[in-house]
């Protein structure tokens, strides 16, 4: 889970690729650098991140099972909300009891 804004978008194949600027980390299970390549496996704008803006963004990490893909990845039904103070201390209250 991280606060992310957005600073591109790019249609590759039938994928999505955001180029995101990470602003706050909340829950990290893998390592974050302070600009990630952020996946979504479809071309159809769903969710809608626009460039310049501000989310919060709860993603997984994706290997293949050769292990030469390793990325980000937010599900096409994903959680992406708009970022705001509220959800970001909701998530850091709800990151101490997790």
Known sequence: VFHGRILARRVVGQETRYEVEVKARYRQRFPL???????????????????????LLMARRHVNHEHTLNRILLQEHG??????????RLVREAARHC
């Open 79 to 88: 959680y992406a909300r708009p970022w705001t103070p509220r959800e970001a």
């Open 33 to 55: 650098v302070s600009r990630e390549y952020l996946w979504v496996p479809s071309t159809c704008g769903c969710p809608a991140l626009h460039e310049g803006g501000e989310y």
